[in-house]
């Protein structure tokens, strides 16, 4: 079994900063990728940004200069840190990690149960 969580979210004033972060655990062989998606009231998921195993990251355009996307490996946990917060930043934060339990089983999204950012003043 494989749970993913996330943490950090709340109320932040425009402008402000916010550090979401995020753990993988449980029967884990290897993790590939993991991510950060949002997702606001009547729009589509977004991808946020992403980073890989060898750390290379990709951001979404609305995001770059604003947003860091790191990890640690040994903790199975990524983070965002959102700085220069705007309103239309807010939503629910989802975080994805692409892992295999086994050697023998395929790379597997697992996905958090969201956390929420909300940006207000």
């Known amino acids: 079994q494989v749970q993913v969580v996330e943490s950090g979210g709340g109320l932040v004033q425009p402008g402000g900063s916010l550090r979401l972060s995020c753990a993988a655990s449980g029967r884990i062989i290897s993790i590939n990728s993991m991510g950060w998606h949002r997702q606001a009231p009547g729009k589509q998921r977004e991808l946020v940004a992403g980073?890989?195993?060898?750390?290379?990251?990709n951001y979404a355009d609305s995001v770059k200069g604003r947003f860091t996307i790191s990890r640690d490996n040994a903790k199975n946990t990524v983070y965002l840190q959102m700085n220069s917060l705007r309103p239309e930043d807010a939503a629910v934060y989802y975080c994805k990690a692409n892992l295999r339990s086994t050697w023998y089983e395929s790379w597997v999204d697992y996905w958090g149960q969201g956390t929420q950012v909300t940006v207000s003043s």
């Open positions: 980073i890989t195993s060898g750390d290379s990251t």
